[in-house]
């Protein structure tokens, strides 16, 4: 192998001055077809460059090749269950399974297909050295990577399952890059779709048979009300949750993890939706006092709090400490069918994707993860939407004059008396409206931030 490695090394060496620069290697290796980007090209020789000149030499070369080497026998033996030296089907579904990945044999064979160079739907030592010997991948989990659902998806509610991280990723301090890159990519399409997120708790709140809000309607009241401004009421507080919201978040799932499985154990799917649904419920229990404020604030005319300091104040003052929490119930019991319709419609555009779709590689590219993201999430808001209608209207019934102040039951049963069914989904046509631009922005400002802040790619 020595040979081979010193014939590459000088294949790539264009201006054969005994060093490879970054453009040599991308260059080189995409032209032998074995990388496809800038960003695998860097990490190659990040991780190779050990004395940090901007140059690898044939020694640092030669050194990432064989202990890449090692690693990858190391995958390749984990998966080879039964030792023949070959990797089956049977195996890499029963070696996913373990990491809580549900396959079938047929999304297998896909997988193999890609690396199997000779036909045979085995993979042996060689062909798997060959494919993954400039790929950046060092175990079994990276090569299921693309089908990580993405933190830098922001369509405005907090009740997704937080990410996973790799223990490569928490030891290099990646995790909190990639979660300040999320929490501002949040903002930002938080911000940007702000007006239609208020328009939907006006039409939450005040929208009813005899009182209809349409969508113009709704727009022109509001401008009406309180000028073009008044169409970010109540966005402050939506923005300033995130950072804590994620924090708390992000610690006890891992919390929630460490609890629910075994020492060494990989997390399965099961344990996973409710280690999330219950950092959920923690981070909103923490928060939520914030969430009554954003309802007030977007409800409350022109004048009536100056801010959210204002605000808090008054609602302490008039109401007591209990109302910052009301509407709490339904919102923590909106969690479970969000999270888990979420998850499971997730697994489901990827199966199918993976059984009709995945040719030539395992990558579903941007566009796909995106879509099955904001697909997912939707069906989430779907299920859940009710039990969010309610709350919204339990936090701000107490603004509303001559509103009899009701609990969750009691809400329940008057607004299906009153205005049936579709009562229970006013709003929701704004709130759909804002997920496909919230998507969009969240994912090209999350891009740029993992740039800015120095993320590698995955």
Not at 116 to 126: E, I, K, L
Not at 176 to 192: D, E, K, N, Y
Not at 281 to 300: C, D, H, N, S
């Amino acid at each position: 192998m020595d040979s081979l490695y010193g014939d590459l090394f000088w294949y790539l060496d264009y201006n054969e001055d005994g060093a490879l620069d970054v453009s040599e290697l991308q260059e080189g290796l995409e032209d032998i077809g074995v990388i496809q980007s800038l960003e695998e090209a860097k990490k190659i020789f990040t991780t190779g460059d050990v004395n940090k000149d901007g140059k690898l030499d044939f020694e640092e070369f030669m050194k990432y090749l064989k202990d890449h080497e090692k690693k990858m026998k190391l995958a390749f033996k984990s998966l080879d269950k039964n030792n023949d030296g070959k990797i089956e089907a049977s195996e890499i579904v029963q070696s996913l399974q373990t990491l809580g990945l549900t396959i079938s044999e047929q999304q297998a064979e896909l997988i193999l297909q890609s690396i199997d160079a000779d036909g045979t739907m085995t993979v042996d030592w060689n062909e798997w050295r060959d494919y993954f010997l400039f790929n950046p991948v060092t175990d079994i989990e990276e090569i299921i990577r693309f089908w990580k659902h993405s933190t830098g998806i922001d369509i405005g509610d907090s009740l997704t399952i937080p990410d996973e991280f790799t223990e490569d990723e928490k030891k290099s301090g990646q995790w909190w890059r990639q979660l300040l890159a999320g929490g501002i990519a949040g903002a930002v399409s938080r911000t940007s779709t702000a007006p239609l997120d208020r328009l939907k708790i006006m039409m939450q709140v005040h929208g009813s048979k005899s009182d209809k809000m349409n969508i113009f309607g709704g727009f022109r009241q509001m401008v009406k009300e309180g000028g073009i401004r008044s169409l970010w009421r109540g966005n402050g507080t939506n923005v300033i949750k995130i950072a804590p919201e994620t924090a708390v978040k992000f610690w006890a799932y891992e919390q929630y993890k460490k609890l629910l499985t075994e020492e060494g154990q990989k997390i399965g799917t099961f344990e996973r939706f409710i280690s999330g649904s219950m950092a959920g419920a923690t981070a909103q229990t923490f928060i939520y006092p914030m969430e009554v404020m954003k309802t007030r604030l977007a409800v409350g005319k022109t004048g009536q709090y100056s801010g959210i300091y204002d605000c808090a104040k008054k609602i302490l003052k008039h109401e007591g400490l209990g109302a910052f929490y009301k509407g709490y119930v339904p919102n923590l019991l909106g969690i479970i069918p969000y999270a888990g319709i979420d998850l499971a419609v997730y697994e489901l555009l990827k199966s199918y994707w993976l059984d009709n779709f995945a040719k030539d590689s395992v990558n579903p590219g941007v566009m796909v993860l995106l879509g099955c993201g904001a697909l997912s999430s939707t069906c989430g808001q779907l299920a859940s939407y009710p039990l969010a209608l309610v709350r919204t209207r339990m936090q701000a019934q107490a603004m509303l004059e001559g509103s009899p102040q009701l609990n969750m039951v009691g809400l329940f049963r008057r607004i299906i008396s009153k205005e049936g069914i579709p009562g229970l989904y006013r709003g929701i046509t704004p709130n759909f409206m804002k997920v496909l631009p919230a998507v969009g922005i969240s994912y090209v400002v999350y891009e740029n931030m993992k740039q800015t802040l120095g993320v590698t790619q995955k």
